[in-house]
């Protein structure tokens, strides 16, 4: 009887992610928790609701609550595909953040306001969901991950409406959309090159003629001559 090694493949979903992967996916994630929360500092609710010529009510309905449904939407993409196209649904949310804040920042009336703050929060939730599948397969750097991730949200979650509060009191809300731009720009290319040198390094291993897995690169040792 032949004993028959099972053939290993880089893909399957149970393949240990390096915590270095999660650089991109994370500061979007933290940067979508930013853009819930920070239009409600004081001095920007009252300059967008002039700006747009809104209603407290209709402020609340496309600021937040467009934001959250959309990031639900978005959040149960990221965590259904993330885990097999992690690349692919972050750098895709990333991009919809993007252009949501920018549509923010230039917003000439409510309609494009609104537009802005969907694509931000499916965007949002996207990059989120993501960050989540990546954690679950981040071995024994879970808990850590888990760890400094909750802090930093929580602090995301609370700055936000401070720091966007100070912008619109010495310049204008619209600063508060541009602003996240930068972060979320060095998380597009942090999520694309991560995901590219994953591409090189984690290829499944091909079998030989026999039906035994070929060793990864590197693995060969060269006999002395």
């Given at each position: 009887?032949?004993?028959?090694?099972?053939q290993?493949?880089?893909?399957?979903?149970?393949w240990?992610?390096?915590?270095?992967?999660?650089?991109?996916?994370?500061?979007?994630?933290?940067?979508?928790?930013?853009?819930?929360?920070?239009?409600?500092?004081?001095?920007?609710?009252?300059?967008?609701?002039?700006?747009?010529?809104?209603?407290?009510?209709t402020t609340?309905?496309?600021?937040?609550?467009?934001?959250?449904?959309s990031a639900?939407?978005g959040?149960?993409?990221?965590?259904?595909?993330?885990?097999?196209l992690?690349?692919?649904v972050a750098?895709?949310?990333?991009?919809?953040?993007i252009?949501g804040?920018?549509?923010?920042?230039?917003?000439?009336?409510?309609?494009?306001?609104?537009?802005?703050?969907?694509?931000?929060?499916?965007?949002a939730?996207?990059v989120?969901?993501?960050?989540?599948?990546?954690?679950?397969?981040?071995?024994?750097?879970?808990?850590?991950?888990v760890?400094?991730l909750a802090?930093?949200?929580?602090l995301?979650?609370v700055?936000?409406?401070?720091?966007?509060?100070?912008l619109?009191?010495?310049?204008?809300w619209?600063?508060?959309?541009?602003?996240p731009?930068?972060?979320?720009?060095?998380?597009?290319?942090?999520?694309?090159?991560?995901?590219?040198?994953?591409?090189?390094?984690?290829?499944?291993?091909?079998?030989?003629?026999?039906g035994?897995?070929?060793?990864?690169?590197?693995?060969?040792?060269?006999?002395?001559?």
């Amino acid at each position: 009887m032949h004993d028959h090694q099972p053939q290993r493949n880089a893909a399957l979903p149970g393949w240990e992610r390096p915590a270095w992967a999660l650089i991109g996916p994370g500061i979007a994630a933290l940067t979508g928790l930013y853009l819930l929360t920070m239009p409600f500092g004081p001095a920007a609710r009252i300059s967008l609701q002039s700006d747009l010529d809104l209603s407290s009510q209709t402020t609340l309905l496309m600021t937040a609550v467009a934001y959250l449904i959309s990031a639900a939407v978005g959040g149960a993409l990221g965590v259904g595909l993330g885990g097999r196209l992690l690349t692919t649904v972050a750098t895709s949310a990333i991009a919809f953040m993007i252009i949501g804040v920018l549509l923010n920042a230039f917003a000439p009336d409510a309609g494009i306001y609104l537009t802005g703050r969907v694509l931000s929060g499916l965007g949002a939730g996207g990059v989120v969901g993501a960050t989540v599948a990546l954690v679950r397969r981040a071995g024994r750097h879970r808990g850590a991950l888990v760890a400094i991730l909750a802090g930093l949200g929580v602090l995301a979650l609370v700055l936000g409406p401070f720091v966007n509060h100070g912008l619109s009191s010495a310049l204008s809300w619209r600063l508060g959309y541009l602003v996240p731009v930068l972060p979320l720009a060095v998380g597009l290319i942090a999520a694309a090159v991560s995901g590219f040198v994953l591409l090189l390094t984690r290829r499944p291993a091909q079998p030989n003629a026999a039906g035994m897995p070929y060793p990864p690169a590197g693995q060969w040792s060269e006999r002395p001559r």
